[in-house]
């Protein structure tokens, strides 16, 4: 079982892999540094239903977006999200949160609700999703091996 250095580590080399094709479309230094943090947070997400990092960084953003959210009352959001939250706390580890699959839906659903929401950001929310998706399979490849992640179970 990696520990959260490898899993950041893999995190690293999964936006460097990515970066390689996309680096044409990057429009400045400060979009590539985002999206390297996205794909640093997508390598700790899968073990948000344990306790370690990935999940106390994740519980530190929902708190922060939870008074955002309150503050400029968008109190349907506010209880959505209060919802969708407590998901981790009732699955098992390396359940649903270690399927691709969910992975996916998850980046996919980033990006309708944020496109929804201002569909300026429609591309930048995109890319965001993207680079935090190819983190989260690095998780998979380094808690599962290349057989085992990209199953559909």
């Known amino acids: 079982m990696p520990c959260h250095k490898t899993h950041l580590f893999g995190g690293g080399a999964a936006y460097i892999l990515l970066m390689m094709p996309l680096a044409r479309l990057c429009p400045s230094p400060a979009v590539g540094v985002e999206w390297f943090f996205f794909a640093l947070a997508g390598s700790l997400f ?4 344990i306790k370690s990092r990935g999940q106390r960084y994740f519980y530190l953003l929902v708190l922060a977006s ?19 939250t407590l998901t981790p706390l009732l ?18 659903l980033m990006w309708y609700a944020g496109s929804s929401v201002n ?21 998979l490849l380094l808690d599962f091996g290349p057989n085992r992640a990209l199953r559909f179970r």
Request: aromatic share 18%.
């Open 91 to 108: 699955v098992k580890h390396r359940g649903v949160f270690h399927r691709w699959w969910f992975l996916a839906f998850i980046c996919a």
């Open 66 to 84: 939870l008074i955002i959210l309150y503050t400029e009352q968008r109190h349907a959001l506010l209880a959505a999200t209060s919802i969708a």
């Open 46 to 49: 899968p073990d948000v239903d």
């Open 119 to 139: 569909a300026t950001f429609g591309t930048t929310i995109g890319f965001d999703a993207l680079f935090f998706f190819a983190g989260a399979l690095s998780h």
